[in-house]
Structure formats: structure tokens, C-alpha cells
């Protein structure tokens, strides 16, 4: 069975609600008449009832860039599961190397946040990758093991299925510098075997790996291309509605 596409847009620490609700008023016309992929916009937290609502009845889902595990509480600037749902997102971000870097987030992090992003009816899209040194030392087989292992601890193949993966090298994240078609390739191909062995076929048969790190209008073809590469989050280029609607309709 054929995987339907899925593309993301990260925008990082960008755009006020205003700049987020005019890029889904736009994207959602140049969507207009695509429906045979997901799209996704992952917004900061302020922007996403607005752009929720500018999207809504549209094939443009809404994504939190990141959700805390814990239900309520003392979590002082910590925002739910159930807060991002109740703001419209359908799906959220999970252990983006950024997060994982500057926040302090680790596999075991990972792995309550996409608990709890499940349990909450949030579909994660989990990131995972290298950084430059793991992938001069050729550990990037191992980290990714890594990663997968500790960060989707007790999840059942059938929430597998239904999740994301992205994989992101660090190195080539805002960097410029993507990795090649066969790095890629490689990359998701070893991915969805361990998904295949962990997990079970139907699993790894259903569940989407993302590519991302510097994807472009330009190099998404030839990503894409890549049995395994489902799709891509795309970050820097996915600012620019139609920049991202490029990308989103070549890949
Ligand atoms: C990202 O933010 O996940 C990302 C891949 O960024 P960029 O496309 O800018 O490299």
C-alpha cells in the first residue's frame, strides 16, 4: 500500500499571529486543490488557534512545535497536550535536535512527550539524527538506534504506524548543507528496517519518515526520489507560503 506524502512546516521562533494567520490564508488558497498529501504548518504556540482557524475545513493541518508530558501543574511556561489539541493542533513536534541541543531534551523526554501526544489523540512526529561528529565517527547507525529505541519505548506497532518520523541530520539543519539523495536514502532505509524488526511490518509498511535538513524547492525531487522518503519538514524554506507550496507539490 502506498504511503500518502506528508510535508511539514517548521517555523521555528518566527511569525506573530497576524504573519501566521496571512501565510495559511494564503497557503490554503495555493492548496486549494491538493488532496492526495498531508501539509502541515508547526507554529509557535501564540499563533496556533489563530492559524487553526484560518485553516480550518482546508487540507492544512496544525502542528505545536513541541508539548510538555506532564498533564498540569507547576510547569511554569510549559504548555499540554491537551492545551495545544485545545488550540487546534492535530499533531505536534517531538525531540527536534534544536529542542534536544538548547532545551535539554533526551530520548527518555522523547519518549513521555509522544506518550503523551498519543494518548491525547496528538500525532507526533518524532525527529531523529546524527550529529557531524556521530557521522564522521560512523556511529549514525547507532544513534539512530538509539534514538528509535529509547524514544518509542512501549509504543504499540499499531501507534507506530500511526505516528511520524522525521529524520534530520543536525549537520545539514539551517546549515546549507543536505545530505545527499543516498545519505537519505541510506538513512530511511535502515530506519524502517529497525522500525520492520521492532515494531513489525505493518508498522514499518504504514509509518511516514520524513527527510529534513535544508530541503528546497530545488533538491526535494530528488530526495523524494528515495523509496523511503516520505516526505520532508522543512524549515527555513517553509517561511515563504509559496516556497513551501513549492516544495510540498514537487516532492
Ligand atoms: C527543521 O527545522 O526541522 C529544518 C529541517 O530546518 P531547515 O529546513 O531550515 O534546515
Redesign the pocket.
Known amino acids: 500500500m502506498a504511503r500518502r506524502p506528508f510535508f511539514a512546516a ?1 517555523w ?1 521562533m518566527f511569525k506573530t499571529i497576524g504573519e501566521a494567520v496571512a501565510w495559511g490564508r494564503t497557503f490554503r488558497e495555493l492548496t486549494r486543490d491538493v488532496a492526495d498529501r498531508d501539509l502541515v504548518a508547526a507554529a509557535p504556540y501564540t499563533a496556533l488557534a489563530s492559524l487553526a482557524a484560518e485553516v480550518k475545513g482546508s487540507n492544512v493541518g496544525v502542528a505545536a512545535q513541541d508539548v510538555y508530558f506532564e498533564k498540569e501543574g507547576a510547569f511554569t511556561g510549559a504548555v499540554s497536550a491537551l492545551m495545544i489539541k485545545d488550540a487546534g493542533a492535530a499533531y505536534a513536534i517531538v525531540g ?3 529542542r534536544r541541543r538548547i532545551f535539554g531534551d533526551t530520548d527518555a523526554s522523547v519518549n513521555r512527550k509522544t506518550h503523551v501526544a498519543i494518548a491525547n489523540g496528538i500525532i507526533p512526529i518524532v ?1 531523529i539524527g546524527e550529529t557531524l561528529e556521530e557521522r564522521e565517527a560512523n556511529q549514525t547507525f547507532d544513534v539512530l538506534d538509539r534514538q528509535i529505541k529509547a524514544g518509542l519505548d512501549g509504543i504499540t506497532g499499531e501507534q507506530v504506524a500511526a505516528l511520524v518520523i ?1 529524520y ?1 541530520p543536525v549537520w ?4 546549507g548543507r543536505n545530505a545527499t539523495p543516498q545519505q537519505a536514502g541510506d538513512a530511511h532505509a535502515h530506519i524502517r528496517s529497525r522500525i520492520r524488526q521492532w515494531f513489525g511490518g505493518d508498522a514499518a509498511d504504514a509509518v511516514r519518515i520524513l527527510y ?4 528546497k524547492p530545488d533538491n526535494v525531487a530528488e530526495l523524494r526520489a528515495q523509496p523511503d522518503v516520505d516526505g520532508a ?6 517561511l515563504d507560503p509559496a516556497s513551501f507550496f513549492a516544495i510540498a507539490s514537487r516532492g
Open positions: 517548521n521555528k527536534h535536535s534544536e525527529c522525521a534530520e545539514a539543519i539551517g546549515t529534513g535538513g535544508s530541503v519538514l522543512v524549515g527555513g524554506a517553509s
